[in-house]
């Protein structure tokens, strides 16, 4: 199931060493040394700068990813560089294996495997405990 990209968003990030802007959804900008961008279709659905749909998992809890081995293998989590800086809303948080990861109002954001182009959002619902970030 393919949605469809009526109206595309960006959220966030000036990049630091190129100068490259974004502008925001909510009339702000964002910093990010790493170049990251998070984007928002219909300003519903997160998505990351290259249109790939990110998902949060029930059973994270607040600033803590539980999908780790297997999961992770099928729902890469969306990884944040060492010098990204995070604001509204957005943080980065560790996961168990001391990689950095973004997460939105504390839930840990991920890819699924499923999605293979910008817009697919096949994650949505997977055993019930995968679902669109917003």
Do not use: E
């Amino acid at each position: 199931m393919t949605m469809k990209l009526s109206a595309v968003i960006t959220l966030a990030f000036l990049t630091a060493t190129s100068g490259q802007a974004f502008a925001g959804a909510y009339g702000k900008s964002y910093t990010s040394t790493s170049g990251a961008a998070m984007t928002a279709v219909s300003s519903q659905v997160l998505t990351d700068k290259n249109g790939m749909t990110l998902y949060v998992f029930d059973k994270d809890a607040k600033g803590v990813s539980n999908c780790n081995g297997d999961c992770a293998d099928n729902w890469p989590p969306f990884a944040a560089k060492a010098d990204a800086k995070a604001k509204d809303g957005f943080s980065i948080i560790s996961r168990k294996d001391g990689s950095l990861q973004w997460a939105k109002d504390g839930a840990p954001l991920y890819y699924w495997v499923g999605d293979s182009a910008p817009g697919d959002t096949n994650g949505d619902g997977v055993g019930g405990v995968w679902h669109l970030a917003h």
